[in-house]
């Protein structure tokens, strides 16, 4: 447990994984063992970095002692969630459901897709907020159910995950220290995202027969769904150590995904000298290896750290909702960095500034707990100046 409370494992324990993972699931050229090592030697020293001088989580008592139902940030939290929601039917009201329809038209954004699918991408903050702010069973159910159910009927493998870890997380984070560890609620958890993911994965990809990667033995004599999960958790830094070691530069991509409306982020379908075309994911830092080569990946995964130590600090007694949310989003980037870009993108960033906004918002409204009790007979107001 005292893993969650360190910034760096959430990036660099993921990111060693993964890697080993890589090693083991192809025979690997000599030349793709340089960009390995490079994502292997950094985030070994952010993890040993961040042992000697990075952030701490606050204990258990911080986040279990907060209660939000009925407070201001709550009331603001639910409209927020309210208008996700809305958004999430117009989604499914408007455009094709892949589950249903075509699985294929699950990446199909269009004709104004992509500006609602901006909104209902935040899906996933629904179950949080249903767990720490609704007072009614039935709200907090239908939020929940909510932020689990749209990302299995648009084929979104990510927003499942990113509905699963937050909800993981808040239950061990706000969890009773006499208690012992959920762990049947976290091991549910994982079970059904990796269940989920195997499956729509097929549904969305079809058969593993058509990618041409040199598979390892070990990867070859492994289950299909295995396989799925295996190849999900590989393939982006096989294809970071491919294109470092092919030296290729193209600054488009970076630009296009900081930059709001500059250009398309997708990597199918371009020049990229991807090894799979079909498989064209690598790993967070991968626009900036093309963009400023291997320092470049470096200096943004210290980067990254420094954003994930930077939502640590803002988990200060008493735990603010928002900062809870931005800590959630952070963590699980984090967590994603070996698959694909999610930080160093405009529509992260635009979810931090929404959160402090938010947060903003509920510190300006009345508190009408502390005016009743003002006005509560026998207690004297004390009119100020």
Not at 28 to 47: D, F, K, R
Not at 273 to 302: C, H, K, Q, R
Request: with cysteine.
């Amino acid at each position: 447990m005292r893993l969650l409370r360190l910034p760096a494992a959430y990036l660099a324990l993921p990111m060693l994984l993964s890697c080993g993972l890589t090693w083991l699931s192809y025979d690997l050229p000599g030349s793709y063992l340089q960009g390995l090592l490079l994502l292997v030697v950094a985030a070994t020293a952010i993890l040993l970095v961040d042992l000697r001088f990075g952030a701490r989580l606050p204990g258990y008592a911080p986040f279990r002692a907060r209660q939000y139902a009925g407070t201001r940030e709550a009331f603001v939290a639910i409209a927020f969630a309210c208008g996700v929601l809305l958004f999430c039917l117009l989604d499914l009201a408007l455009f094709p459901i892949p589950l249903i329809d075509d699985p294929s038209s699950y990446a199909s954004i269009e004709g104004g897709h992509e500006h609602i699918r901006h909104i209902s991408d935040m899906c996933w903050t629904l179950p949080p907020i249903g767990l720490l702010c609704a007072r009614r069973r039935w709200l907090r159910h239908l939020l929940i159910g909510a932020g689990l159910v749209f990302p299995v009927l648009v084929i979104d493998r990510n927003r499942i995950f990113a509905s699963l870890f937050s909800v993981a997380l808040v239950l061990l984070l706000r969890r009773d220290d006499a208690k012992p560890l959920p762990w049947k609620s976290i091991g549910l958890l994982a079970l059904v995202g990796g269940t989920a993911f195997s499956v729509l994965g097929m549904l969305r990809s079809g058969s593993l027969d058509a990618v041409t990667l040199p598979f390892s033995a070990m990867y070859r004599a492994a289950p299909q769904g295995i396989k799925w999960l295996l190849l999900y958790i590989s393939a982006g830094p096989y294809n970071f150590g491919a294109i470092a070691a092919r030296h290729y530069s193209n600054a488009s991509f970076l630009i296009n995904q900081l930059v709001p409306m500059a250009g398309s982020i997708a990597t199918a379908g371009t020049d990229i000298p991807l090894d799979a075309p079909n498989i064209n994911v690598g790993t967070e830092y991968f626009p900036f290896l093309m963009a400023w080569g291997p320092w470049g990946a470096v200096l943004s995964m210290f980067a990254l750290y420094a954003m994930q130590w930077w939502s640590v600090r803002r988990l200060c007694a008493p735990v603010s909702l928002f900062a809870w949310l931005i800590f959630l989003r952070m963590a699980y980037v984090c967590l994603m960095a070996p698959f694909a870009p999610q930080a160093f993108t405009w529509t992260n960033g635009g979810f931090v500034v929404l959160c402090l906004v938010l947060q903003l918002l509920a510190a300006w409204l009345p508190n009408r707990r502390a005016a009743s009790a003002m006005d509560a007979p026998g207690i004297p107001t004390r009119h100020l100046p």
